[in-house]
C-alpha cells in the first residue's frame, strides 16, 4: 500500500488492509448445500452426491462465502446491480424489500458512481456487527416508526458500507474515519429525502406523555450528533484520526462515523451542497478501486470550492477538539450592528450567523474560519436577537450561549418542565417533579425537587428541593450545586467543585444543619484513553450545627471534620 508494508497486530477491529487482488477458489461441497458469494462463478459441475464450483473475482478486496443448507440468501437483480442478502424482517414482504433495495443501490449510484462488480453480497452477520443502534434494540412488538423503515434502515447502512469498503482503497486502520464519515453523511441524505419527518421517537412522539418534551421534537438524524455530544461532554471522544486500535468501544462503534458524517453536513452547509457532492462523486470515481487516502479526498474537495476547507481537516478531522462559539456583544452603529463572536476554544472553524425577528429568519450568513474572535457587521432593520448555528448543524459542545438580544435582559426565556429532558439550547430550562421523605421529628414531607440536570450532561448541575415537614409544620429540605471543569490534554482530566447542604429536624421543635464542600480531582492516562487505569483524590470537609436543646445540658457539641480519600482504579484482567 502505498510503496510501503503495511503491518498490522490483529486487535480484533476488521480493518486488514488488502490491496485489490485476483482470487481464484474451487469449492467442492455436497450437493445439499447451496453457496452464496458475490464473486463470478466461472464453472459449476456436479458429480454425484457432490458440486463442484469454481469461484473468479478481480480487483477485489475480500471473497465473501456463505456455505449453507438453507435458503436464507435471495437476490435481487436492479438495472445497477444485484444484491443478494439474508437481511429480513416479518413485518416487510419480498417485493417491499425489492423496492427498498432498488431505490438504495440508485441513490448510491446518483451520489457516488457505478459500482464495479455485478454483484454485492450483504449478510446478516455483516449487519450485526455494524447495526443501526437504537433500531437493534427493539422488540419486535414495538414498531413506532413508518412501515418497512427499519427494514430499509438496516439495508441502507449495509449496503453502503459494503458498496464503500469493497470500492475504496483507503488504509481502513488510519483513514476508517473517511469510510465512516461518507457512510453516515448518505444515510442523512437518505432520510432527509425519503423521510423528511421521521422523529427519533417515530410514533412515540405523538404520545400524550412524551409530546409535550424536547425529545418528540428530534428529527431521526438528530441523534448522530446527539450521540457524539453524549461521548464529548463525557470526555471520551476522540480525534477522527486517531488508528481504529486505538478507539474506545464508543467511538469505534458508534461517536467516531456519527461525528465524521455529522462533520460532513458542517461542510456541506459551509460549501454548498453542490459542491460537496460533486467533490464526494468525483472522489469515488477517480480513486475507484486506486489507492488513495484522505489527502487524496482533501485535494479533489479543495478543487470544488473557492472557500478553505483546510480547517474542516486540520481542525475537525485531525484534532481531539471541542467546538463552542459564543456571541460576545452587539453594538448598534447607524443602521447596522457589529457582532463580536467568540471562539472559546483552540481550533479555527467557521459559524453560520442568523438574524431573527421573532422565530422568523431575516437573514443567514457564514463567518470565515475563527481561531479567537471576529467582528461581522450585519444589516439592523428587523433584527430582535442574532443566534449562532441555530438549526445545530455544527455540533457544538455548548448551544447555551449563542444567542443575544439585541436589546432586553434574558438572552433566553426561561422554561419549566416536568421531569428530565433533553436538552433545548433556545431556552433556560427548569425541571421539577415531585419528592417525598420521611423521618421521624418531621414526619412525611413533601415538596417539589427543582434541577436543571438533562440527558446530556452540562458543567454546571444544580438541586433544591425544598419539602413541607407535617410532624414539625416546617420547611425542610436540601440543595446541591456542583460545577466540574473538564481537562482534555493532560493526566488530570477532570476536577469536580460542589457543596451540599441540608436542613432537618433531629427532635421536636429542634434542627440540624449539614453542609459539605468537596472537590474530586480525577486523573487518567490522556495518551490512551483505551486504558482502564483511573485515580481518583476525594477532598471534603462536613458541618454539622445543631439547635441547643435546653433540656440536655450535657449535649454534644457541633462538629466539623475534614475527609480526604484516594481511589485507584484497574478494571483489567491482572493475571492472565
Avoid: C
Avoid at 503491518?7 to 474451487?26: A, C, G, H, K, Q
Avoid at 455529522?262 to 489507492?291: C, D, H, M, R, W
Amino acid at each position: 500500500y502505498d510503496g510501503e508494508w503495511q503491518v498490522y497486530s490483529n486487535r480484533n477491529t476488521d480493518d486488514f488492509y488488502m490491496p485489490p487482488s485476483e482470487f481464484l477458489i474451487n469449492f467442492h461441497f455436497p450437493k445439499s448445500y447451496r453457496l452464496f458469494t458475490d464473486l463470478n462463478t466461472a464453472t459449476e459441475v456436479e458429480l454425484q452426491e457432490k458440486k463442484i464450483v469454481r469461484l473468479e473475482g478481480k480487483n477485489r478486496k475480500n471473497a465473501p462465502i456463505y456455505l449453507t443448507k438453507y435458503e436464507g440468501f435471495k437476490s435481487v437483480v436492479t438495472d445497477k446491480l444485484e444484491v443478494i442478502t439474508d437481511l429480513k424482517d416479518k413485518k416487510v414482504n419480498s417485493h417491499v424489500k425489492a423496492l427498498q433495495i432498488d431505490r438504495i443501490t440508485h441513490f448510491l449510484d446518483q451520489k457516488l458512481g457505478s459500482y464495479p462488480f455485478e454483484k454485492l453480497l450483504v449478510s446478516d452477520a455483516d449487519y450485526r456487527n455494524n447495526p443501526v443502534y437504537g433500531l437493534n434494540q427493539l422488540p419486535d412488538f414495538i414498531d413506532p416508526f413508518p412501515n418497512g423503515f427499519e427494514m430499509d434502515m438496516e439495508l441502507l447502512k449495509t449496503i453502503t458500507r459494503e458498496y464503500l469498503e469493497n470500492t475504496l482503497m483507503l488504509n481502513p486502520r488510519d483513514d476508517h474515519w473517511l469510510f465512516g464519515a461518507l457512510q453516515i453523511y448518505l444515510m442523512i441524505e437518505y432520510v432527509d429525502l425519503y423521510y423528511p419527518d421521521t422523529k427519533i421517537m417515530g410514533k412515540f412522539s405523538n404520545f400524550f406523555i412524551v409530546r409535550w418534551s424536547h425529545a418528540s421534537d428530534l428529527e431521526f438524524n438528530d441523534q448522530y450528533p446527539f450521540i457524539y455530544l453524549n461521548t464529548a461532554r463525557n470526555n471520551l471522544h476522540q480525534s477522527l484520526t486517531t488508528p481504529r486500535d486505538s478507539l474506545l468501544k464508543i467511538n469505534k462503534n458508534l461517536a467516531s462515523d456519527y461525528y465524521g458524517g455529522t462533520g460532513l453536513k458542517y461542510l456541506k452547509e459551509y460549501i454548498g451542497k453542490e459542491s460537496l457532492e460533486q467533490a464526494i462523486k468525483q472522489y469515488f470515481e477517480q480513486y475507484v478501486l486506486t489507492p488513495s487516502s484522505s489527502e487524496d479526498f482533501q485535494n479533489v474537495l479543495k478543487s470544488n470550492t473557492s472557500l478553505p476547507v483546510d480547517w474542516f481537516f486540520e481542525e475537525y478531522v485531525s484534532k481531539r477538539t471541542i467546538i463552542d462559539f459564543k456571541i460576545k456583544k452587539i453594538t448598534e452603529k447607524g443602521d447596522s450592528l457589529n457582532v463580536t463572536i467568540e471562539n472559546k476554544r483552540n481550533n479555527s472553524m467557521p459559524v453560520s450567523l442568523y438574524g431573527l425577528s421573532k422565530d422568523s429568519i431575516v437573514f443567514k450568513t457564514w463567518t470565515t474560519p475563527i481561531d479567537t474572535s471576529v467582528t461581522v457587521t450585519v444589516p439592523k432593520e428587523g433584527i430582535r436577537k442574532l443566534t449562532l448555528n441555530k438549526e445545530g448543524t455544527i455540533p457544538e459542545f455548548n448551544r447555551r450561549n449563542n444567542t443575544k438580544k439585541v436589546t432586553g435582559l434574558l438572552n433566553r426565556p426561561l422554561q419549566f418542565r416536568f421531569f428530565k429532558d433533553i436538552e433545548d439550547p433556545r431556552y433556560n430550562q427548569v425541571f421539577f417533579m415531585p419528592t417525598f421523605s420521611y423521618n421521624l421529628y418531621d414526619g412525611f414531607s413533601l415538596g417539589p425537587k427543582v434541577y436543571n440536570k438533562t440527558f446530556l450532561p452540562k458543567g454546571v448541575h444544580y438541586r433544591i428541593e425544598p419539602q413541607y415537614g407535617f410532624n414539625s409544620n416546617n420547611v425542610v429540605g436540601s440543595a446541591s450545586i456542583s460545577y466540574t471543569d473538564q481537562k482534555y490534554h493532560s493526566d488530570l482530566y477532570a476536577v469536580r467543585y460542589g457543596i451540599s447542604g441540608t436542613y432537618r429536624s433531629y427532635d421536636t421543635d429542634l434542627f440540624y444543619r449539614r453542609l459539605s464542600p468537596y472537590v474530586t480531582l480525577a486523573f487518567r492516562d490522556h495518551k490512551d484513553l483505551r486504558k482502564n487505569k483511573k485515580q481518583y483524590v476525594n477532598l471534603r470537609n462536613i458541618t454539622v450545627n445543631r439547635d441547643n436543646d435546653p433540656s440536655d445540658p450535657e449535649q454534644e457539641p457541633n462538629y466539623s471534620v475534614y475527609n480526604a480519600q484516594y481511589v485507584y482504579s484497574d478494571n483489567n484482567l491482572i493475571d492472565f
